[in-house]
């Protein structure tokens, strides 16, 4: 790609968490070029392109990178698809920027990582915390020493999310989406912990239930991480707090 030529983004997946993406577009200004929009529903992607000016509007993935050829796409459908849809914009040529959880699997992760050397495409997750203000100098501190050695850590994602929240056809269930708290909500504070303490982990030990919702995944999880380092790390989540 010459420089200073925008990037052909593309977004697969015009539900709820796609505008989030959508301003991100909007705050990169003339460096993006939106080209397409994804989804089974039509009514729904035709409405969602009319909305945010975008060109190309699909109901098949295959089909708009055949012929829109984007160099990056968002991946913002629901979890069970993440994995296929990676694995296909990766071979066709486009870079991925997905929304959690990436994958299933840790097999299928590793094919993921396979993908992505033999296109030279990448493919990165949704783990936007790392990248605040606060988050950005606190991990200087900690590198800095300022703080000197870190021996203790609390992460909580206490939350409460109403029982409407499953009412969504795809939340709720390991086939669709791919776990529970762990997965959909905890993800991002524990992603922040783990990066902020600065040493790969060793040694997790873990119990989850299902404590008050009506749902197949869990709701609750507790966790003890112990790291290279020595350091530990004390998890709690829930959505019945």
């Known amino acids: 790609m010459a420089a200073g030529t925008p990037v052909k983004v593309a977004i ?14 909007r705050h990169a200004g ?6 397409a929009a994804v989804d089974i529903d039509r009514k729904r992607v035709e409405t969602f392109a009319a909305k945010h000016g975008i060109p190309g509007v699909y109901t098949d993935a295959g089909e708009m990178l055949a012929a829109e050829k984007p160099d990056l796409v968002h991946i913002c459908t629901p979890p069970a698809f993440h994995f296929p849809i990676i694995m296909q914009c990766l071979h066709a040529g486009a870079w991925v920027f997905c929304e959690k959880p990436l994958v299933s ?49 609390l992460c909580a994602t206490t939350w409460y999310w109403p029982d409407s ?51 197949e995944v869990e709701d609750t999880a507790l966790a003890m991480l112990r790291f290279r380092n020595r350091a530990l790390v004390s998890i709690v989540s829930s959505v019945l707090s």
């Not at 015009?14 to 301003?23: D, F, Q, R, V």
């Not at 003339?30 to 080209?35: F, G, L, P, Q, T």
């Not at 501190?141 to 703080?147: D, N, W």
Request: hydrophobic fraction near 45%; proline fraction near 1%; include cysteine.
């Open 165 to 215: 929240y499953y009412e969504v056809e795809w939340r709720g269930t390991w086939r669709s989406e791919l776990g529970g708290v762990n997965m959909g909500q905890a993800i991002h504070l524990i992603d922040l912990m783990v990066w902020l303490m600065g040493s790969d982990w060793e040694e997790v030990t873990a119990i989850t239930d299902t404590l008050h919702h009506d749902i």
């Open 12 to 25: 697969i997946g015009t539900g709820g968490i796609s505008s989030a993406h959508l301003e991100a577009w």
């Open 105 to 153: 699997s840790l097999r299928e992760l590793d094919e993921v990582a396979g993908a992505e050397r033999q296109t030279g495409n990448a493919c990165v997750s949704v783990f936007q915390w790392r990248f605040g203000a606060a988050a950005q100098h606190l991990r200087r501190q900690i590198e800095a020493g300022a703080f000197g050695r870190p021996f203790v850590g």
């Open 30 to 35: 003339d460096r993006v070029m939106s080209v």
